[in-house]
C-alpha cells in the first residue's frame, strides 16, 4: 500500500514540474485561496451542464462576483479579435442611432448597413420605426443558439453573413474613428492593456465625405483615432494586422500582403503584419495563395526588412487541413486558434522551442463547431506542457458579449485553472505580443494592485 502511495506521489511531483508553472508570492497565495473561493460559489449556483449551454447562460453569469473579478482582473494583451465584432451587438446598435447618418438597404432581403445615404437606402432611424426591424437588424449581427448549430461549414455560412451586415460602414472615415473610440473604452473597461486587432484593409473604397482616400491615408485616420484614445488613456495601446481573405485570387493576395508590408514600414508599432482569414477547410488549393505571401516575404528578407506573420491556423477539426504547415513555413509570429496544433507533435515541439503563441479562442471555438466542450480544448493541454497559449475573443459582438472577460469566466470554470495559471496565460499574452516590455510595464502595477484586492475581497 505505502510502495503504491509513494510512486504516485513521485509521478504527481514530476508531472507538477512540466507545468507551466509560476510561484505564487504571499499575497498571490491569499488572493488564490479568494479565487479558489469565488469558483466553488460560482459553481454553487452554475453547473457545468448549464455552462456547456452557452446561450443559456451568457447573460446571467455576468451578476455573478467571479465575473465581477474576473472583469476588473488586469489581462495583459487581447492578441485575437476583428476589428468590426468589438462591440456587444446591442450596444453598436444603441451607436448607430446616435450617428444620423446611417442608411439602411436590403439586398434579397438581407440587412446591409451604409455610412452614406446611396440610392434606394433608408435612413437607420425610418427602419427602425417598423415594427420588428430591430430584432431583425440584431439578428444580422449576432449569432443564435439556431445560427451556432451543425457541422463547422455550415455555421460559417452565417459566421460570414453576420460580418457582411457592417462591412460597409468601416470605410467611412467619421464612422470608423468613433467606432473605435467606442470600442477601445469598452476594452479598457474589461481592464485590457494592449489590443492587437486583425482587419480587412483593402486597396480601395474609403471615404472621408465623399472624397475618396489612398491606402495610406486611410492608415492614417486609423492611427489618428487611436492615437487620440491614447493622449487620454497612456496605460492602453493597440496595433493592427492587416487580414485578407483566403478565397482572393492570387493577384489580389500578392497586393493585399504588399500592402501590408509597405504600411508595416511606415509604421511599424501601428501596422503590425499581415494575416489570411476564412474557414480554414475551404482551401484554395489552386491559388496556392500562401506560396504568394512567401515570395512576398522573402523579397522582403533579400532587402533587409522583416514582414511579420499572424497566421489563423489550425482552426480545423481534421488533422489535414494544410494551412498549419504553412503558418510554420512562414514562420508565423503567433497561432490564431491552433486548436488542430496538438495533432502535430513535431510542430507543436517548434512552437514550444520558438515560443510561438497559440491565440485560443475558447467561446468562438465553442460556438463555431469545433471544440462543442471546453472541458476538452487542446488549450489547457498547451498550457500545461508549457507551450505559450494566450486568451483572445475572435469576435465578442457576433457571440453577444464585449471584450474578453467571458471566454475567461468559461475557462476558469471548465478548465479548473487556479489563479497562477490564469496568471500564466496573461503573461503570456504581453511575451507574445509585438510590444511586450512596455506592456508588462503597464501591467504588472495593474496586477499587484488586482491580488492585493482579491486577497481582501469580502466573501
Ligand atoms: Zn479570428
Given at each position: 500500500?505505502?510502495?503504491?502511495?509513494?510512486?504516485?506521489?513521485?509521478?504527481?511531483?514530476?508531472?507538477?514540474?512540466d507545468f507551466n508553472f509560476l510561484s505564487p508570492t504571499d499575497i498571490e497565495l491569499q488572493a488564490s485561496q479568494k479565487f479558489n473561493w469565488?469558483?466553488?460559489?460560482?459553481?454553487?449556483?452554475?453547473?457545468?451542464?448549464?455552462?456547456?449551454?452557452?446561450?443559456?447562460?451568457?447573460?446571467?453569469?455576468?451578476?455573478?462576483?467571479?465575473?465581477?473579478?474576473?472583469?476588473?482582473?488586469?489581462?495583459?494583451?487581447?492578441?485575437?479579435?476583428?476589428?468590426?465584432?468589438?462591440?456587444?451587438?446591442?450596444?453598436?446598435?444603441?451607436?448607430?442611432?446616435?450617428?444620423?447618418?446611417?442608411?439602411?438597404?436590403?439586398?434579397?432581403?438581407?440587412?446591409?448597413?451604409?455610412?452614406?445615404?446611396?440610392?434606394?437606402?433608408?435612413?437607420?432611424?425610418?427602419?427602425?420605426?417598423?415594427?420588428?426591424?430591430?430584432?431583425?437588424?440584431?439578428?444580422?449581427?449576432?449569432?443564435?443558439?439556431?445560427?451556432?448549430?451543425?457541422?463547422?461549414?455550415?455555421?460559417?455560412?452565417?459566421?460570414?453573413?453576420?460580418?457582411?451586415?457592417?462591412?460597409?460602414?468601416?470605410?467611412?472615415?467619421?464612422?470608423?474613428?468613433?467606432?473605435?473610440?467606442?470600442?477601445?473604452?469598452?476594452?479598457?473597461?474589461?481592464?485590457?492593456?494592449?489590443?492587437?486587432?486583425?482587419?480587412?484593409?483593402?486597396?480601395?473604397?474609403?471615404?472621408?465625405?465623399?472624397?475618396?482616400?489612398?491606402?495610406?491615408?486611410?492608415?492614417?485616420?486609423?492611427?489618428?483615432?487611436?492615437?487620440?484614445?491614447?493622449?487620454?488613456?497612456?496605460?492602453?495601446?493597440?496595433?493592427?494586422?492587416?487580414?485578407?481573405?483566403?478565397?482572393?485570387?492570387?493577384?489580389?493576395?500578392?497586393?493585399?500582403?504588399?500592402?501590408?508590408?509597405?504600411?508595416?514600414?511606415?509604421?511599424?508599432?501601428?501596422?503590425?503584419?499581415?494575416?489570411?482569414?476564412?474557414?480554414?477547410?475551404?482551401?484554395?488549393?489552386?491559388?496556392?495563395?500562401?506560396?504568394?505571401?512567401?515570395?512576398?516575404?522573402?523579397?522582403?528578407?533579400?532587402?533587409?526588412?522583416?514582414f511579420p506573420m499572424f497566421f489563423h491556423a489550425g482552426e480545423v477539426v481534421s488533422k489535414h487541413a494544410p494551412t498549419i504547415y504553412d503558418?510554420?513555413?512562414?514562420?508565423?509570429?503567433?497561432?490564431?486558434?491552433?486548436?488542430?496544433?496538438?495533432?502535430?507533435?513535431?510542430?507543436?515541439?517548434?512552437?514550444?522551442?520558438?515560443?510561438?503563441?497559440?491565440?485560443?479562442?475558447?467561446?468562438?471555438?465553442?460556438?463555431?463547431?469545433?471544440?462543442?466542450?471546453?472541458?476538452?480544448?487542446?488549450?489547457?493541454?498547451?498550457?500545461?506542457?508549457?507551450?505559450?497559449?494566450?486568451?483572445?475573443?475572435?469576435?465578442?459582438?457576433?457571440?453577444g458579449y464585449r471584450g474578453v472577460t467571458h471566454d475567461w469566466l468559461w475557462i476558469c470554470i471548465l478548465w479548473g485553472i487556479d489563479l497562477?495559471?490564469?496568471?500564466?496565460?496573461?503573461?503570456?499574452?504581453?511575451?507574445?505580443?509585438?510590444?511586450?516590455?512596455?506592456?508588462?510595464?503597464?501591467?504588472?502595477?495593474?496586477?499587484?494592485?488586482?491580488?492585493?484586492?482579491?486577497?481582501?475581497?469580502?466573501?
Amino acid at each position: 500500500m505505502e510502495e503504491f502511495f509513494q510512486h504516485k506521489q513521485i509521478l504527481l511531483e514530476n508531472d507538477q514540474k512540466d507545468f507551466n508553472f509560476l510561484s505564487p508570492t504571499d499575497i498571490e497565495l491569499q488572493a488564490s485561496q479568494k479565487f479558489n473561493w469565488l469558483k466553488n460559489d460560482f459553481l454553487a449556483n452554475f453547473t457545468i451542464e448549464e455552462m456547456l449551454d452557452y446561450w443559456d447562460v451568457k447573460d446571467s453569469v455576468i451578476h455573478t462576483k467571479l465575473f465581477e473579478v474576473l472583469k476588473k482582473m488586469p489581462k495583459g494583451a487581447l492578441l485575437h479579435i476583428h476589428s468590426s465584432t468589438m462591440m456587444h451587438s446591442q450596444e453598436f446598435i444603441d451607436f448607430l442611432k446616435s450617428d444620423s447618418q446611417i442608411y439602411v438597404q436590403l439586398i434579397d432581403e438581407k440587412i446591409i448597413l451604409l455610412p452614406n445615404f446611396i440610392e434606394n437606402s433608408v435612413p437607420l432611424s425610418e427602419f427602425l420605426k417598423i415594427d420588428g426591424n430591430e430584432k431583425a437588424l440584431l439578428d444580422s449581427l449576432e449569432m443564435t443558439r439556431g445560427t451556432s448549430m451543425g457541422l463547422p461549414s455550415e455555421r460559417w455560412i452565417k459566421f460570414g453573413q453576420l460580418f457582411s451586415t457592417s462591412a460597409k460602414l468601416f470605410s467611412e472615415k467619421r464612422f470608423r474613428e468613433n467606432y473605435f473610440n467606442l470600442a477601445y473604452s469598452q476594452l479598457y473597461e474589461d481592464n485590457i492593456q494592449r489590443v492587437e486587432i486583425r482587419t480587412n484593409f483593402g486597396r480601395t473604397g474609403y471615404i472621408d465625405n465623399g472624397r475618396i482616400l489612398t491606402i495610406d491615408e486611410a492608415a492614417e485616420s486609423f492611427k489618428t483615432a487611436t492615437d487620440r484614445f491614447r493622449s487620454i488613456h497612456n496605460d492602453f495601446s493597440s496595433g493592427f494586422i492587416i487580414a485578407c481573405h483566403k478565397l482572393l485570387s492570387r493577384q489580389k493576395v500578392i497586393e493585399a500582403a504588399e500592402d501590408a508590408l509597405r504600411l508595416h514600414l511606415l509604421y511599424p508599432d501601428f501596422i503590425l503584419g499581415f494575416d489570411i482569414v476564412g474557414e480554414e477547410e475551404q482551401y484554395n488549393e489552386t491559388e496556392e495563395i500562401y506560396e504568394c505571401v512567401y515570395q512576398v516575404k522573402s523579397k522582403a528578407k533579400e532587402n533587409g526588412q522583416d514582414f511579420p506573420m499572424f497566421f489563423h491556423a489550425g482552426e480545423v477539426v481534421s488533422k489535414h487541413a494544410p494551412t498549419i504547415y504553412d503558418a510554420f513555413v512562414l514562420e508565423s509570429k503567433r497561432i490564431g486558434h491552433g486548436i488542430s496544433l496538438i495533432k502535430h507533435p513535431v510542430l507543436m515541439q517548434i512552437a514550444k522551442t520558438k515560443k510561438i503563441t497559440i491565440e485560443c479562442c475558447p467561446i468562438s471555438n465553442m460556438l463555431l463547431g469545433y471544440v462543442r466542450d471546453l472541458r476538452v480544448h487542446a488549450g489547457l493541454a498547451y498550457l500545461n506542457q508549457g507551450l505559450s497559449v494566450a486568451i483572445g475573443s475572435d469576435a465578442p459582438g457576433l457571440f453577444g458579449y464585449r471584450g474578453v472577460t467571458h471566454d475567461w469566466l468559461w475557462i476558469c470554470i471548465l478548465w479548473g485553472i487556479d489563479l497562477m495559471q490564469v496568471k500564466r496565460l496573461v503573461k503570456n499574452s504581453i511575451d507574445g505580443c509585438t510590444e511586450p516590455d512596455e506592456t508588462r510595464r503597464i501591467w504588472e502595477p495593474k496586477w499587484a494592485e488586482f491580488v492585493n484586492y482579491l486577497a481582501n475581497l469580502e466573501i
